[in-house]
């Protein structure tokens, strides 16, 4: 009698098919090895928008009696496996459907493991992923994040090293032999089999301790009840905006207090302010008004706003003043214009080396060039 | 995957689809002539279905995408006259915004298959499930269902259009499926071959009915009072008559393909000495189902009746079932505001169906899970304690009760 859990967890859209990939393989396995289990979508579909995170779950039980317990609830409380497939989530998620940030590891169970797909360290990693009480694994498949835009899926094996791994690291959950079997009944593919088999014989996993993480308090907020809430579906207005910083000066629109954007990014950028032409245009066309106009007329992107759709960089006119950066590069979303106002030549070096660091990142959305398909799953295999 | 869907309807194959997926198989299986589609969550999960089995070729049928769910079932109900099977379906405001067209498809005696994927009501604009929207056709002349797995969703559609085609009944059948719980969640299911299911359904014949060039008629006439009334009670002992025509294909369904539950109308679990029984509707059944072993396991008496079909109401079955218990738990995913004991619709009907008994168990109401909110193993824990009190006392403090709301 055994019931056990898998998590992944995407980027909304772009990621979908990916992590559909992922929890059908692991039922399709679990089926032949003479289990029963079942995959279903949470806050995805149709309400799932471009890189908001969403999650899709599969559950494997050695009989219904017990998968019916399973299919009870809205999604399980905690997981054997926590797949991440963009590193940038490991700082917590919010879903379109919970306000608030949900730590990575928040449903991984005790000895379970997290695995991530992520060219950052163990190390690094922690610095993003939140402390937990009870002690886990932490699985890195050296890879890019597998995106290729919208609805278009990138089919570079990312799912099959997934699987791979996830048979090594839950041996419980399917064995390995069903796994490529299944893989190659549904793909047809003797490359995915040889792939998932490489990814689990070199698979590796690190203990995280209890405690070790970054150990911020995630953010949340309390939702009102039907005595408390106003009547008629109305939503306050937000207040008017102030000068920058409180001042004078400058413009800051108001902006909620409880819905925050952090992890609907996985880019945001970065601003050369010494070559801005203060144009507006950025400040216009932001979806999201997350730019703040500072007491000299620049234009600075606020983080709790910012949702990394990179407009502000579409529509900029001086090369390179507003580049999107990899969301992983960054541990904080202190402004940047406060940071150049303190330390000019500082800000303006650390700028420059993240832009031409981003110029040769793989993080794209597609292949390089036509035939980059070979060329990209090799490189990974390697890594 | 396209090497699966080669195989799919040449023999039985077993498949992980969601409930939505099912029905679109079902579809294919009965060899629908005309799908009318127009997207709205999560009821759009059948569209995509079927659209990629005829893209992939694996089944043929016009496929109309209408400009609104009005033209939608318009649509079918036309199609539906000339005597082709048919398909559609909606959810939530979509299934309003049909309406029109709703009605007058049971009046015109068409026997239209139509998913809803239930949906709460907007506003606000949510995407989970609430009963509300389907229940809005109990009192039109449709057969309303309420599925709770994807195998049911299957099964129930093959069995949607033997019932509803045949002559002696004429009327459409609404297949009422939870969103997300049942539309998004994958399962295995067994899929029969395309030679059982023509063993089981025959084609649609709509006989001297149908609309042709060979056979002159004209439908839908204006009438004034001295006509209405008899063309009512026609449509009313056909849904009287419907019990025994789906009894008859459900136990056809069952020998043929060797599954089912006991009865098609309801679902009974641990009834059978229980001093309080659970009833609910759809996907509900699935922590119910949980709590009531749980409680077992502990020595209570406890029970759930599934409601399968709203319409017809299963009343006869139901007063057998529930007219041995000392208390009664009604879990609504529905809502009527200002009805007469401010309460669900399902109570309504239950206390209604249960009136006519000598000797009647204590009935009360809750609200659950409205807009897709989880309903917990816990939650019904609490609601068959609250029931235990009012046995224990003799007295109902409070009829209807808001689970889980914050206040």
């Not at chain 1, 991530?116 to 939140?130: G, K, N, Y």
């Not at chain 1, 209890?210 to 408390?228: H, I, L, V």
């Not at chain 2, 309807?9 to 009965?30: R, Y």
Request: charged share 25%; proline share 4%; aromatic share 8%.
């Amino acid at each position: 009698m055994a019931t056990l859990a898998v998590e992944v967890v995407y980027r909304g859209i772009f990621q979908r098919t990916l992590a559909r990939n992922i929890v059908r393989n692991i039922v399709f396995a679990a089926r032949k090895d003479g289990k029963i289990g079942t995959a279903f979508g949470r806050y995805s579909d149709s309400p799932e928008r471009n890189g908001i995170p969403a999650k899709q779950f599969a559950i494997v039980c050695d009989t219904a009696l017990e998968l019916e317990e399973s299919l009870a609830v809205y999604e399980a409380k905690n997981v054997d496996v926590t797949i991440n497939v963009d590193d940038a989530m490991c700082k917590g998620i919010e879903s379109w459907a919970w306000y608030g940030l949900q730590p990575i590891n928040e449903l991984t169970k005790a000895g379970g493991t997290l695995i991530v797909t992520s060219r950052q360290s163990a190390d690094s990693l922690l610095e993003d992923i939140h402390q937990k009480e009870t002690p886990y694994d932490l699985a890195i498949i050296p890879s890019t994040v597998s995106f290729s835009g919208l609805w278009v899926y990138k089919d570079d094996h990312t799912d099959m090293r997934i699987l791979g791994t996830l048979c090594k690291v839950c041996p419980d959950l399917v064995s390995l032999k069903a796994m490529l079997e299944t893989i190659q009944d549904q793909t047809g593919s003797d490359t995915k089999v040889a792939s998932a088999q490489k990814a689990f014989d070199r698979s590796v996993t690190r203990p995280v301790e209890p405690g070790e993480g970054n150990s911020e308090t995630p953010f949340s907020f309390d939702m009102p009840g039907w005595k408390t809430m106003e009547e008629g579906l109305v939503i306050r207005a937000l207040p008017a905006g102030t000068g920058y910083g409180g001042g004078d000066e400058g413009y800051v629109p108001g902006r909620s207090k409880v819905f925050k954007k952090w992890s609907t990014r996985s880019m945001r950028p970065v601003i050369n302010f010494e070559t801005c032409i203060k144009c507006t245009l950025c400040w216009l066309q932001c979806p999201d008004t997350c730019f703040d106009v500072t007491p000299d007329g620049l234009y600075d992107a606020n983080m709790e706003s910012c949702c990394g759709c990179g407009v502000c960089e579409a529509v900029c006119p001086v090369p390179d003043c507003v580049t999107m950066v990899g969301e992983s590069e960054f541990n904080d979303n202190d402004s940047q214009w406060e940071a150049w106002q303190k330390d000019k030549d500082g800000y303006n070096k650390w700028m420059t080396v993240l832009v031409e660091n981003q110029k040769s990142e793989t993080r794209t959305h597609g292949f390089h060039h036509v035939g980059g398909y070979a060329d990209e799953i090799n490189e990974m295999e390697e890594a | 995957m396209a090497t699966a869907q080669a195989a799919l309807f040449q023999e039985s194959t077993e498949e992980l689809i969601s409930g939505s997926e099912a029905i679109g198989i079902a579809c294919a299986l009965a060899d629908v002539d005309v799908i009318t589609a127009y997207p709205i969550r999560p009821y759009d999960t059948v569209m995509q279905y079927v659209a990629r089995l005829k893209a992939d070729g694996a089944f043929d049928f016009d496929f109309i995408i209408a400009e609104s769910e009005h033209s939608q079932f318009e649509i079918v109900k036309h199609a539906s006259a000339v005597g082709a099977r048919t398909f559609t379906g909606s959810s939530g405001v979509g299934w309003f915004y049909a309406f029109e067209a709703i009605t007058v498809t049971a009046g015109l005696r068409m026997p239209v298959v139509a998913m809803v994927g239930n949906r709460a009501l907007d506003d606000p604009g949510a995407f989970g499930v609430e009963h509300n929207d389907a229940m809005a056709v109990r009192d039109l002349g449709w057969h309303l269902y309420w599925v709770a797995t994807a195998q049911e969703a299957l099964d129930m559609a093959l069995i949607a259009w033997k019932v509803a085609e045949d002559p002696r009944v004429l009327l459409p059948f609404a297949l009422s499926c939870d969103g997300s719980f049942l539309t998004h969640s994958q399962a295995i299911v067994q899929v029969p071959s395309k030679d059982l299911v023509d063993r089981f359904l025959p084609s649609y014949q709509r006989g001297t009915l149908q609309l042709h060039p060979d056979n002159p008629i004209t439908v839908a006439p204006q009438v004034n009072e001295d006509w209405l009334m008899e063309i009512r009670k026609q449509t009313d002992e056909a849904m009287r008559r419907t019990s025994g025509v789906i009894q008859e294909a459900h136990d056809e369904f069952r020998e043929i393909f060797g599954r089912g539950d006991p009865s098609p109308f309801i679902e009974e679990y641990m009834c059978d000495d229980a001093e309080i029984i659970l009833v609910g509707m759809g996907t509900l059944a699935m922590p119910t189902r949980v709590a009531v072993r749980r409680m077992r396991e502990a020595g209570k008496k406890v029970g759930f009746l599934r409601v399968k079909f709203f319409r017809p109401f299963p009343a006869e079955e139901i007063r057998a079932v529930l007219g041995k218990a000392k208390g009664v738990a009604v879990i609504d995913r529905d809502y009527s505001y200002g009805s007469p004991s401010f309460a669900g619709v399902l109570f309504h009907e239950l206390r209604s169906t249960l009136y006519t008994l000598d000797d009647r168990p204590m009935m009360l109401n809750f609200i659950a899970g409205l807009g897709g909110r989880e309903v917990m193993v816990r939650d019904i824990d609490q609601i068959v304690e609250t029931t235990q009190t009012a046995i224990e006392t003799g007295k109902i403090e409070q009829e209807t009760t808001w689970v889980a709301v914050r206040e």
